[in-house]
């Protein structure tokens, strides 16, 4: 096998991960032996997420060391932060705003058929609280809306007539189709079937 040397002096080095479990860890060593569960002495029960976020910003090597990482691996990573769950705002956000957001991802792929996709704000709030179900975080994005938009993506190309594809809650909710539009705002009927039916 061939070795290539490389210069790390500026290359910064980020390693990030779910550790399932870790918050146990940190709390044994936060509240100490004969205390169940996290803040067993208050009455007051916190919401279990805020809970898990407080105790993972805690987290030291030593924690890291007991979750099962080698002392070698976490002696070469100087500094140990966490992350708070992103909430349904911030997951509005990763949908709509970056550069290659995923709705404008998918608003470039019906363009190139000559169709607009318009996503409703309720549409991106169910997307959100749907994310948020799953316990997946920004990644269960891109599942949503792929199963969404995967029988409208195969429909669209052999439907010339249709210039815009409107995704709304019950789409998202109820797995709904789509609403499409052709000129003038005129709905058009998904399949032949149900032209059959409403003629």
């Known amino acids: 096998q061939e070795y290539i040397q490389l210069d790390t ?9 779910a550790f399932a479990g870790l918050e146990e860890t940190i709390g044994r060593r936060i509240q100490g032996p004969g205390r ?10 916190p919401d279990p997420e805020q809970q898990k976020a407080a105790l993972l910003r ?5 924690d ?15 500094v140990a932060v966490s992350v708070d769950p992103l909430d349904k705002q911030a997951l ?6 970056p550069r290659n957001a995923l709705v404008k991802q ?21 997307i959100a609280d749907e994310a948020t179900k799953l316990r ?21 190309p052999s439907r010339p007539e249709v210039t815009k594809c409107i995704v709304n809650a019950d789409t998202i909710l109820r797995r709904s189709q789509p ?21």
């Open 36 to 45: 169940m569960g996290f803040g067993a002495a208050s009455a007051k029960r």
């Open 106 to 126: 998918y608003q470039r792929l019906f363009g190139l058929d000559n169709v607009e996709l318009v996503f409703t704000p309720e549409a991106l709030q169910a």
């Open 9 to 17: 002096t500026n290359i910064l080095f980020i390693c990030g991960g």
């Open 179 to 199: 609403v499409l539009l052709a000129g003038g705002e005129r709905a058009v009927l998904w399949n032949l079937d149900e032209q059959r039916e409403i003629a």
């Open 58 to 62: 805690q987290v030291t090597s030593d």
């Open 92 to 97: 509005v956000r990763i949908l709509t705003e």
């Open 64 to 78: 890291l060391m007991k979750y099962g990482l080698i002392p070698e691996f976490v002696g070469r990573l100087p």
């Open 136 to 156: 997946t975080g920004a990644r269960g994005l891109r599942t949503i809306l792929e199963s969404v938009l995967l029988d409208v993506m195969y429909e669209i």
